[in-house]
């Protein structure tokens, strides 16, 4: 599966300084291209802002700020296939499981600055909308209707592509995914890290409950 490909330790850089998807000249034009023929089409990214807890299981207090609802829609179907050996088995606690991880990306990319927050919006368009997402994902249903199999398939495809925009645009996926999901401290154990030390969780404020 793919779900581990890409460990936590390597995923702790700083990512606000680096480039994503480090397509060079021409991938860069293509992706501009495809992102301003998304837009033109009516393919939606603007942030979704509040979505509904119903069915999705978010926090319904939760403004995104970035993702769009397509956006959601596809790590929807990516994050089953990413995560399938870790994610629990209760479709419920699944649903709020997917949901969190989501959230937790969507915070993530407000922080990565506008240089990758650009390069990820061109990779999102490009697999939002649907003349390159049958294309060079070869998938040929909306992500709402894609199956794990389906979704993990895509994921192989890319990561073993001799192409370098698909392979590092499957690189950024599974980055972006990892850090959100391994990084939450109930998956920690998921990735042998057993927490921080006692002392740092008594020390630091971002440890202790809210008021």
């Not at 397509?70 to 995560?83: H, Q, S, T, Y």
């Not at 990084?183 to 202790?208: C, E, R, T």
């Amino acid at each position: 599966m793919t779900s581990k490909h890409d460990t936590q330790n390597s995923c702790q850089q700083d990512v606000s300084r680096r480039s994503f998807l480090k397509t060079g000249l021409g991938g860069a034009v293509f992706l501009s291209a495809v992102s301003l023929s998304a837009g033109l089409t009516g393919c939606a990214t603007a942030p979704a802002t509040r979505v509904s807890a119903v069915g999705s299981r978010m926090d319904a207090r939760y403004r995104f700020r970035f993702l769009s609802r397509d956006d959601i829609a596809l790590f929807e179907a990516l994050l089953p296939a990413m995560f399938a050996g870790s994610l629990p088995e209760e479709p419920n606690q699944r649903r709020f499981a997917i949901a969190g991880t989501i959230e937790r990306i969507d915070q993530g990319i407000v922080k990565f600055g506008p240089a990758n927050q650009q390069e990820l919006r061109k990779l999102f368009d490009l697999l939002n909308f649907a003349p390159t997402r049958i294309a060079l994902a070869r998938v040929w249903s909306d992500w709402p209707s894609v199956s794990t199999a389906d979704a993990d398939a895509f994921l192989r495809r890319w990561r073993n592509s001799r192409i370098g925009l698909l392979n590092n645009g499957y690189v950024a996926l599974s980055k972006i995914s990892n850090v959100a999901f391994y990084g939450h401290q109930d998956h920690w154990h998921l990735s042998g890290y057993p927490g921080p030390p006692a002392w740092m969780v008594d020390a630091l404020p971002q440890f202790k409950p809210a008021a």
